[in-house]
């Protein structure tokens, strides 16, 4: 009972319950499937609030992405990472703009909604290509589109995810290499995020850190079954997964 006294936020069973199977999908998505921690974000946006949620959950996937770099840390294709950076950091610029002009929950989420419907449209034009036996795209444009749309949709909800499937899909990276890319990505743009979240949006704090500490073990279980399930399923089968998920993922943020 003294454990729980700790814990700085009172929530009630059902918060917990969607609390710690958020945090699953974070570890989950950081070793294997990105996009679902796409499910992860709204539960956590009910619970704290849209703004407030993003300080708590930075801290969670900052950990999370450090265990997936050090296991994936060798399938990393770093042309596709230094290609998208510059870019993502343009995307955080704009979303430090776009939140003067978007007051609403509902606003973020469709803007994240359209950037990813956005990316969809560019796969099935890839995939389209790629039945003509075309190379896959490797145009700065490509990388730009991608990289401020990743940059934009993570710094506004943590939600880059569903983005960097479809352009890690589209560039048709084996399953290892596409997790190995996603988590050095990600490390990258979430840890140039901290400031940001501390000194301008003010949203992490001591008691957001004391709460996350507590969902650790969480997390864990998550990037467990991240590892196992790539570890299971073939390169198609991962693909199949990967293009379901981020389909499921734009149609709730429209909902």
Known sequence: MKLFSLIPYTLEPRQW?????SCICFGISKTGLNGISIVAVPLFALV?????????????????DLFAVIYYRRHAQWKYIGRLIPWALAGFALALGADHFVGSNRGFKILIGVCIAAGLAVMVWNERRN???SEPPSGLWFS???GIM?????????AAGPIMSVFLLSVRLPKESFVGTAAWFFLIVNYLKIPLQVFVWRNISLMTLRFDLFMIPFILLGIWLGILFVKKVSNSQYRMAVYVLTLLSAALLFL
């Open 17 to 21: 319950a969607a609390v710690i199977f």
């Open 131 to 133: 039945t003509r036996g």
């Open 48 to 64: 704290f609030g849209a703004r407030e949620s993003t300080g708590v959950v930075l801290p969670l996937i900052c950990f999370a």
């Open 144 to 146: 730009a589109v991608f």
């Open 150 to 158: 990743g940059g934009f949709s993570t710094m506004i909800g943590n």
